[in-house]
């Protein structure tokens, strides 16, 4: 059994956009995936907003609730998402 680990990550150097990256750590101690990989892009301009939370149901399948700011109408606010991730 292993474990999920999720962080906002701004290595794009976009003027402080938030990229949110994740990687897989087995019970050995194996990372999966070294530099980890994109699970969402550009989910927030600030270090306020995107704190991932992370669920993994099994089968090597995870879950991550993320926040974003939605400049749309009609409100203009922080929203709530969930990707559901299948690492390779």
Do not use: C, Q
Request: charged share 20%; no cysteine; net charge negative.
């Amino acid at each position: 059994m292993g474990t999920t680990v999720t962080w906002v990550d701004r290595r794009r150097g976009i003027a402080s956009v938030n990229d949110l990256y994740a990687t897989r750590i087995d019970a050995d101690g194996t990372v999966g995936h070294p530099e980890g990989f994109a699970v969402a892009t550009a989910i927030s301009n600030d270090d306020a907003s995107g704190n991932p939370v992370t669920a993994a149901p099994g089968l090597g399948n995870f879950s991550v609730g993320y926040e974003r700011f939605v400049a749309d109408d009609p409100y203009w606010s922080s929203r709530t998402f969930i990707r559901h991730v299948t690492p390779k």
